[in-house]
């Protein structure tokens, strides 16, 4: 199956939506940008709750608008399962009933997510006999996923799921959305303005702002580009690597990670030796050295090459720096240590990471960046 | 107490009108509630003036127009009666249109103010959930809107006990099929040494009323918890 393709425009009062952009089959597709940007719009148009002015909407072979052709899909037979900032849950239905709303009404598609199991991922088997009224937001939450996944849709929708919760609460929500994300297999389109969610949960990236789509392509590749003020122009601007877990050593207190022919060391990771484990790396703790170290502290010490420098807006320099095939990292320094260095594109150096600072997020609790 | 037989009739006229007159126009009512709440359409605003016009008319002109209207020679009361026999002037069926017709407003305004107040973003869920329009009102808006269907029930069902005007110009005041308490006790004003009988009656009216407003209370409580509320 095809992932969904989306190309629409759409007048909404003053604002003007113009987007296009695709997600792909499987894993999650994160709509990132500032409020306002148009994302929960786009998110109305997928489902079928507006109707855009010209464009389309695919889905695989299934064409869920067209303008060209009249085609629009009630929103009632497009199969997108929705999940909303407020869970929306029907206060006159018990959980079960809740769960089971959608289900009944699947109208043959094939089944995604079986009642069992999809009790099981999200932790909601105790909650079945109560109602909404008597659930806390984050298993409101948790039920509204079951709900919109028992539908069995042909995509998943979600609204910034976690913005109407305390931190405490989306903690607590992360790791079944992990579990979630691997266990079903259909592709999610996942709306929000957090750093930390889209690092943790998104595979895909679509930076949204004003209504355009300013860039769209792989998590990694997109925090590293540098040229999105959304992602590069904040303090705490990070790249994300997807590792695999290669060894453990308990003695010295580290685990050896390797992505793409580059070892990296840091504390102890949760995950089982093989397993994949996705790290952040802040520009911030970054350093980079024109010549090769000798003792120093930091454990990870890596040949790079300079691939851009962006001037950013507070005065420093994020440079973008390759360590080999479609590995980078971000290093932030100021603009006086640029030309103390001489750094140009293309130019090789040393990037220097403390291991405390390649931080495991996914089964070793949660990485919170200043949202 | 004792009741004469004419007062018993009374008090069956009463709620047999009243309880027919709310059981057809409850479902309309809602409805028509539903349309004005949530339907987008040209002339919306002459539909609500419509539905509203019995409450500002003198219930004497309403009762007159129903008669213009219904009449054996009217547009509508006219093929009534030639094509089904149904003569609605005069007979109990007509009381209760009558009843019915007055209390109509008072009905789709309660029903209304409870479909208003439920979250349209639960609908938008029901409906990417999979549930087509018939399916979402039944689903959804119709259980939410439970405790202003059964205000409507119980303020429609008082109105209906408590109408004169209406009934008497477009009914008449005949015992025993369209004299209803109210009229009754008018008669019996009317009539001398018909003291105690107003009284006895005026008695039920008040007892009818009381137990309609508990068990609506009642009801509605467990309503409100039925809907999770």
Redesign the interface.
Known sequence: MEGLKVDIRQRLGGFSLEVAFEAAPTGVTALFGPSGAGKSAVLAAI???SAPDSGRIRLGELVLFDSATGVNL?????????V?Q?A?L????TVDANLR??QK???GRPEVASFDEVVEVLGIGHLLPR???ALSGGEKQRVAMG??LL?QPRLLLMDEPLSALDAGRKAEILPFLDRLKSTFPLPILYVSHSLTEVTRLADRLVVMEQGRVLAEGPLSEMLVRGDLKSLAGRPDAAAALDTRVASHDPERGLSRLTVGGIELLTPIVAQAVGAPARVLVMARDVLIAADRPGRISARNVLPAQIEKLAHRQDGTVLVTLTLGAGVSLLSAITEDASHALGLTPGAQVWAVVKSVAVEGIGASGLRTLDD | MNFTPEELAAIRVSLVVAGRAVAVALPLAVAVAWVLARGRFIGKTLLDALVHVPLVLPPVVVGYLLLLVFGVMGPVGGPLLRLFDWRLVFTSGGASLAAGVMAFPLMVRAVRLSLEAIDPGLETAARSLGAGPVDRFFSISLPLAAPGVLAAAVVGFAACLGEFGAIITFAANVPGETQTLPLAIYSAIQSPGGEATAARLAAVSLVIALAALIAAEVLSRRARRWIGR
């Open positions: 489902a079928g709750a009630p929103a009632e037979r497009r199969g997108a399962g929705w909303f407020d929306r029907f206060p006159h239905l709303y959608g009404r699947a109208k109602r909404p009224i709900r919109a539908s």
